[in-house]
């Protein structure tokens, strides 16, 4: 009983975390907002958190909308890491879909920048193509 408790907790406690980082994406600074994507990065590469996004994937998507939008360089390649992450988790179903198809002419958009810094080219990219291999409906 003590064990599935003490997880439980955990459990609790990284999705505190995640909202915490979620809601700094949203922050006037850009060092704040470049830590929370790096944080979000760490923890959506490193565990399952499909239910707790799936609750919260267009708060997620608007300010990673947000993020490639109005930051620069490494801000842009970073929101872009996490949306692949961000569609890896959520998968080949209609909210991976979703997700792909509200920030796609977004990360075109950045890819197609040539004022736009080459890691955020690169990492827009790469979102394209594994957002698209994952969650795209349309075969094109």
Do not use: W
Not at 55 to 77: I, M, N, P, W
């Amino acid at each position: 009983g003590s064990e599935a408790a003490s997880e439980q907790g955990q459990e609790e406690e990284v999705e505190d975390r995640l909202k915490e980082h979620m809601d700094s994406l949203l922050d006037k600074s850009a060092k704040a907002r470049q830590a929370a994507l790096q944080s979000l990065r760490l923890a959506l590469a490193s565990r399952t958190l499909s239910e707790f996004l799936l609750e919260r994937r267009l708060t997620l998507t608007d300010s990673l909308e947000k993020c490639l939008k109005k930051g620069k360089g490494e801000e842009q390649a970073l929101a872009a890491t996490v949306l692949t992450l961000l569609c890896l988790q959520m998968g080949s179903g209609p909210e991976g879909e979703e997700v792909f198809r509200s920030l796609k002419p977004l990360l075109v958009s950045v890819l197609t920048d040539s004022t736009a810094s080459p890691s955020a080219r690169q990492s827009c990219a790469t979102a394209l193509g594994m957002c698209c291999y994952i969650a795209a409906a349309d075969l094109e």
